[in-house]
């Protein structure tokens, strides 16, 4: 599969077959994450794979009302929370660097975009998921002060394939020298 087509065809999939993902498969998204770009090289990231029942219920209640992946926390053979370090990557000798302080989401962003684009190579189908009560869900999974949880990713074999989004054309959005 050429990349660009690997882009263009990724969706945002939230039911999936009743197939589990196998380990090697597994490892490789989880290589993806490892080679994920990050400021200065702070790979600020910590990922869980939730597995356990329990837990992954307790991730559900933390769902917003009328969240569409709702079902897909629970139900995906595979499930990914994506945690940053807070005041590392953006940071140098403890200060922001920027106006815009820390750039843990940017960071995540990027081993998400990494970690989703792999899947949909590999066959797979995935969603980020942000509408949540980040704080219930970071008591679910036991993550310390001092980092965020800002994604769940839910993953596996699709058991639909949704048409294409309508995107604005590059005319639309293009800017020479100035904006």
């Known amino acids: 599969m050429e990349f660009m087509d690997i882009i263009k065809e990724r969706r945002s999939i939230r039911k999936f077959e009743d197939r589990q993902v196998p380990g090697d498969v597994e490892n490789t998204l989880l290589e993806a994450i490892r080679w994920s770009q990050s400021w200065a090289n702070t790979q600020c990231w910590e990922v869980l794979v939730v597995k356990d029942k329990e837990v992954r219920s307790r991730l559900q209640a933390s769902m917003s009302k009328g969240n569409p ?5 629970v139900e995906a053979p595979l499930l990914f929370g994506l945690a940053g370090r807070l005041q590392s990557s953006g ?8 106006k815009f302080g820390d ?3 940017f960071d995540l962003g990027l081993a998400a975009q990494n970690l ?17 009560d980040h704080d219930k869900a970071k008591e679910a999974l ?26 604005r054309e590059i005319e639309e959005f293009i800017h020479y020298d100035r904006f």
Do not use: D, H, N
């Not at 992946?69 to 926390?73: D, F, L």
């Not at 190579?121 to 509408?131: F, K």
């Not at 036991?142 to 769940?152: A, H, Q």
């Open 142 to 167: 036991g993550i310390p002060e001092g980092y965020e949880l800002p994604v769940l990713i839910p993953l596996g074999y699709p058991a639909q394939a949704p048409k294409p989004p309508k995107r």
């Open 69 to 73: 992946a709702t079902k897909a926390i």
């Open 91 to 98: 940071y140098y000798k403890g200060r922001a660097a920027t």
């Open 116 to 132: 989703c684009l792999t899947a949909q190579a590999l066959g797979l189908g995935s969603v980020m998921v942000g509408l949540f």
């Open 103 to 105: 750039w843990f989401l």
